[in-house]
């Protein structure tokens, strides 16, 4: 909070991100609804869903992009813009009489911009790097994180109402989001002066080709045994961690009496609780865990799984699950700042951008791998037997985590090995 409060260039990069942030969350859902109204609604809203992660699947294109774009602080206004013209087209379009290629040319308007979004992102990495104080930027991040959960929470729940208020009109929260797109081009253009100060000098000669640059940033984490670990770890966290959600909604399904009061009421509230304990996790940046390495912080993210997968399988009690989905969700919270802090103070300026891609394309690929396991035990033999699946992982996850807490140490870094800027 110090840092937002005086730290001119920080605070416009951020307020840009949760203008940004407000408009996605609230189209995002929204998009969703638009795509149940479609006559083929079913393939609709599993086109809208799995397109989501599109963006995420090119961030290691769009980071090395940014990498390579001089006048960054230039470029971040010029894409915000470049959303707000999608979204005005997407507005006009939306009026069109339904159709399938007219489906397929919103969707790639929505991937378009959340690409442009990555690439953006990228972008403010070095600016951030140099602007905000070494000490503080692991606090900064973490604010930066519960601030844009803080606003997804709210925002998806507000464009859900939202739309049947204003009876459906989606090229009307098309231009929202235009507008928020605008507001946060305008954001940045009021700080230029102290964003472009941030802006790490032009390097003279040829620029890397994208895959050169690529097979650069694969050669220094490869060559760096600390952030190689670390995103191998974190893809094989993540397998586990993102198949929780679904598999809880599974559960609910196969057992009624976990009920509290309906079903739509105990999804509601058990997401409620796992969004609060990550803007939790984010905000409280000094509550003791710091002091942890980062691989005894991933191996008490393991512990809470074991956790929260005997709520199930051994306790039977929502009430324990719930708890554990605060616990969960709150480690959660504190491992993405990490990563990105460490990434800042490791990672060469020029390179940042790839990195950041790379790590969540690493996320992005467990993913998948972790669904179709869990969600497939769950439906051929029983959530129950999947839980015990996942406990079982996680416990041998914890226990190799903890093995390589005592073999690679967290990098000890100083107050002044990192540029930083007042602006």
């Known amino acids: 909070m110090h840092e937002y409060l005086t730290n001119r260039g920080y605070r416009a990069i951020l307020n840009a991100s949760l203008l940004s942030g407000i408009g996605d969350s609230l189209y995002n859902i929204v998009f969703i609804i638009y795509a149940a109204t479609m006559p083929f609604k079913s393939l609709a809203v599993t086109l809208a869903a799995m ?80 602007l905000i104080p070494a000490k503080e930027l692991n606090t900064a991040l973490s604010f930066q994180s519960a601030t844009s959960s803080t606003v997804q929470l709210v925002f998806q729940g507000l464009g859900a109402s939202l739309i049947v208020l204003l009876n459906h009109n989606y090229a009307l929260f098309g231009l929202l989001n235009a507008l928020t797109f605008l507001l946060a081009a305008v954001t940045l253009v009021f700080r230029k002066k102290q964003l472009k100060q941030a802006e790490p000098p032009v390097t003279t000669g040829k620029s890397q080709p994208v895959i050169g640059n690529i097979r650069a940033v694969l050669k220094f984490l490869a060559g760096n045994q600390f952030l190689f670990a670390v995103i191998l770890f974190a893809m094989l966290v993540n397998t586990l961690g993102s198949s929780v959600d679904g598999l809880m909604n599974i559960t609910l399904v196969q057992e009624p009496d976990l009920w509290l009061r309906d079903f739509g009421t ?79 103070r490791q990672v060469p ?74 602006a």
């Not at 020029?350 to 990195?355: L, R």
Request: charged share 10%.
């Open 51 to 130: 397109a989501t992660s599109v963006p995420t699947m090119l961030s290691l294109l769009t980071g090395s992009l940014a990498d390579r774009t001089h006048a960054k602080t230039r470029h971040m206004v010029a894409t915000r813009l470049g959303q707000m013209l999608l979204f005005l087209s997407l507005a006009v379009m939306i009026l069109l009489p339904a159709s399938f290629p007219l489906f397929l040319s919103l969707l790639l308007i929505n991937i378009v911009s959340d690409s442009l979004g990555q690439y953006g992102n990228g972008l403010t990495l070095p600016l951030l790097h140099r």
């Open 266 to 344: 105990t999804v509601a509230i058990i997401n409620v609780v796992f969004s609060v304990g990550l803007i939790f996790g984010a905000l409280f940046a000094k509550d003791g865990l710091q002091r942890l390495s980062t691989f005894k912080l991933l191996s008490l993210l393991m512990a809470a799984i074991v956790g929260l997968s005997s709520s199930f399988f051994l306790l039977h009690s929502i009430v324990a699950a719930l708890g554990f989905s605060f616990v969960t969700a709150y480690l959660m919270g504190k491992i993405n700042p990490r990563l990105a802090t460490v990434m800042m």
């Open 349 to 422: 300026e020029q390179q940042m951008g790839t990195t950041a891609g790379v790590v969540n394309l690493a996320a992005l690929i467990g993913m998948p791998v972790g669904q179709v396991i869990f969600f497939t035990i769950a439906n051929l033999a029983s959530a129950h037997v999947s839980w015990i699946v996942m406990a079982g992982l996680a416990t041998g996850l914890f226990l190799v985590l903890i093995w390589m807490s005592t073999k690679i140490l967290d990098p000890v870094f100083t107050d002044s090995d990192q540029y930083s800027q007042k």
